[in-house]
């Protein structure tokens, strides 16, 4: 595959990068930085679709947009059997408020870069490719996130996502009728052979290990739980100290609890674990009054399920240690659990080997957040690749890779993808 | 001084009471609470005043009221020295929203009663006596409280707290002159003998002890602190454990540490220490971000200022550790500082003795919350006398002190004033 990398066009990429990052761009002081605000459903987002449709026929792909917006452009390559499920690769084109112009573009405009430079190179594949842009990854303005990707799973369904509202009341039904993509299209990962994503790292590690590339092994579970812990709220001078039922102190403990077990699994297991008391809201809340109710929101991921449980598990001996010791009334909700999600070993590989074969260093590493290929992994094999990002600045107008960075990251991709749409390869 | 116990009248006290609790009364379900909210310079505050007026007058006390709104009315008994530095008695009317009926009315009305039965019982007196109410107690309408108590001891300018506005913008200057009450009297505690003020406790000592009053050893001293803690705000998925600057699982070991100082310094001085954070407030506050700022408000007291010394150097050192092994910024603001009042031994003599006079048992406690005799005793030498709360319920309708004990904590506090108003007693 040596020679497909010299059709790897890092000036066609950028101008696509760039051509998307005016849509929504934002006005910033600093001339080094640029941000976009890129919502699902506004004028700057059917401009960045149209954007991406044109540049998907101009290729010769012909083109789907399915009920929620997902757009997908399939290539069918000379001798390759149009029936062949096809190799996909893409992310998605919508924004958090002034996020960066790498986040979710550079996933898209590489798969497409990378069937360009498959067409110029005339390598022989065996399956078609398809390049997708997934609709509301974020979940800045409708739902919490990854919509597109689940409707297109069967995680969500259709009605569910389009009756997601704004802040403005607006459905997301709605919103895609008026930017004309409301499609009746199939985009149907069940039916891809695999899927490719290439995404920017948002941290630091390719950064710091000079690597050019990062192979993600496993996106981490993910579990949000909501906890309460009830004392009883009093005057601060004239209550002695072991006449109180403080929610803070005993709160404080749980906080401190929680970090613990996180370091003490990651130790043990040698893995990934986190675990962070985000929020704590105390009430009354009034420097005279010892405080009565404490709600804390708490934060646990891992890449394995037993990490997980482990740190859940703490945090509930926690609250029944402070329930013992301090008298307190405490609750747990653990409301969202999302399961570890390993990528596809054999995509891995041929991740990895094509970065090889460009001859630049790539590493293994856990993502930190979740991306659209946690989705697809449910319905198709799954890899996540990873470009490095400037001082891990994301969701920020701070986030940069340099240039040079996402070519070299697009050139494994093309690789990649090559290698998954070559039948015994 | 027996034989003035049988003319203290318990119905005539509770009389006044209720008649004061009628202004400004609040609608509580339960029929055995009786709440009332009567800011300074309400309708109902008037109504409250111009009561208190007539009674004094009724008594034949000649009724002076300062450019603040304190009310006084000074008795000359008959062979008394006119000239004689008075003995005062008194408290106030104000009360918080929807607070309860004997906070302040009871110590008003028991100095009235105890007046009234010294008239009767005829006793030989070589002082004038001086019943007092000092205007906005609570703080709740006009500034921070004690602010009728502070101008008479000079603590504050007339022209400062004429300046207080309340919520609405109006000054307490002009408030008390659209209620009548912006005089050009004196009440000046300077001149006083001495000053007796009857409380409820506002907490469950005396109930706890079964003892009928209380005579309070020291007004606790009061530090305010306002504390900050910077970390680094940062993504709670992608950031490893040993990568964090977490400011919240800082925070929740200097909550661990003022509660451990709090506990060790109460009991290694034997003292009333207390230390408490009772606000904390995170930024930015989302479940999975990891807390970059926290907000803390620490209130700290004790009856000595060793006691409050050694918390607040247990605090500051919690940060510098704090800065030390986690790599946060802290500040640390002392904005408020007020030091322990002890109250008179010549008085407290005297209030115990009248206890044993009328066969009541009393105890000597340490105030838990600041009242007018804190400011007085800057002036003269003050006492504070605690009736009992049923369950310790303060600022609330749930607010209760038993008839039959407001009459014998009068009794008390009507032989603690003679005593003191006879010279050599």
């Known amino acids: 595959?040596?020679?497909?990398?010299?059709?790897?066009?890092?000036?066609?990429?950028?101008?696509?990068?760039?051509?998307?990052?005016?849509?929504?761009?934002?006005?910033?002081a600093d001339p080094d930085a640029r941000g976009r605000t890129n919502r699902t459903g506004s004028a700057a987002n059917r401009r960045a679709r149209d954007y991406l449709s044109e540049r998907l026929r101009e290729a010769g792909l012909s083109v789907t947009v399915d009920p929620v917006g997902n757009v997908a452009g399939t290539w069918v390559p000379d001798g390759a059997d149009p029936e062949a499920a096809p190799v996909a690769s893409g992310s998605h084109l919508d924004s958090v408020p002034e996020g960066g112009i790498f986040d979710g573009?550079?996933?898209?405009?590489?798969?497409?870069?990378?069937?360009?430079?498959l067409q110029d190179a005339e390598v022989d594949l065996d399956r078609p490719v398809t390049v997708v842009s997934f609709t509301e990854e974020e979940g800045a303005t409708f739902g919490d996130g990854l919509v597109g990707s689940s409707v297109a799973t069967g995680a969500r369904?259709?009605?569910?996502?389009?009756?997601?509202?704004?802040?403005?009341?607006?459905?997301?039904?709605?919103?895609?009728?008026?930017?004309?993509?409301?499609?009746?299209g199939t985009v149907d990962p069940s039916g891809w052979d695999g899927f490719l994503e290439l995404h920017v790292e948002q941290n630091t590690v390719l950064e710091t290990a000079g690597a050019a590339v990062g192979v993600v092994t496993t996106i981490p579970g993910l579990t949000h739980c909501s906890v309460t812990v009830a004392g009883e709220a009093d005057h601060a001078g004239a209550t002695a100290m072991d006449d109180r039922t403080d929610a803070l102190t005993a709160a404080a403990e749980f906080v401190g609890d929680v970090e613990r077990a996180a370091v003490e699994t990651a130790d043990e297991l040698d893995s990934a674990a986190v675990g962070t008391v985000g929020s704590l809201t105390v009430?009354?809340?009034?420097?005279?009054?010892?405080?009565?109710?404490?709600?804390a929101g708490v934060d646990i991921r891992d890449v394995t399920a037993e990490g997980i449980e482990r740190v859940v598990s703490a945090?509930?001996?926690?609250?029944?240690?402070?329930?013992?010791?301090?008298?307190?009334?405490?609750?747990?909700?653990?409301?969202?659990?999302?399961?570890?999600?390993?990528?596809?070993?054999?995509?891995?590989?041929?991740?990895?080997?094509?970065?090889?074969?460009?001859?630049?260093?790539?590493?293994?590493?856990?993502?930190?957040?979740?991306?659209?290929?946690?989705?697809?992994?449910?319905?198709?094999?799954?890899?996540?690749?990873?470009?490095?990002?400037?001082?891990?600045?994301?969701?920020?107008?701070?986030?940069?890779?340099?240039?040079?960075?996402?070519?070299?990251?697009?050139?494994?991709?093309?690789?990649?993808?090559?290698?998954?749409?070559t039948d015994g390869s």
């Open 105 to 117: 573009p550079l996933g898209v405009y590489a798969a497409l870069e990378a069937v360009r430079a």
């Open 315 to 421: 945090a509930r001996d926690s609250l029944a240690r402070l329930e013992r010791d301090r008298g307190v009334q405490t609750t747990f909700d653990r409301h969202l659990d999302v399961a570890p999600t390993p990528m596809s070993d054999r995509l891995r590989e041929a991740a990895r080997a094509a970065a090889a074969d460009c001859t630049v260093e790539s590493i293994d590493l856990p993502s930190g957040a979740g991306h659209d290929a946690m989705r697809v992994a449910d319905a198709t094999d799954a890899a996540l690749l990873f470009a490095p990002s400037r001082g891990g600045y994301s969701h920020s107008h701070k986030e940069w890779t340099d240039w040079a960075d996402c070519a070299r990251a697009t050139e494994v991709l093309a690789g990649a993808i090559a290698a998954a749409a």
């Open 1 to 28: 595959m040596r020679e497909l990398l010299a059709f790897v066009d890092g000036d066609r990429l950028r101008a696509d990068i760039e051509a998307t990052a005016a849509f929504g761009a934002v006005d910033t």
């Open 157 to 184: 369904s259709v009605e569910a996502a389009h009756a997601l509202t704004d802040d403005d009341g607006r459905s997301l039904g709605e919103a895609l009728s008026e930017i004309g993509y409301r499609g009746e």
């Open 283 to 295: 009430s009354p809340n009034a420097t005279n009054v010892i405080p009565g109710r404490v709600r």
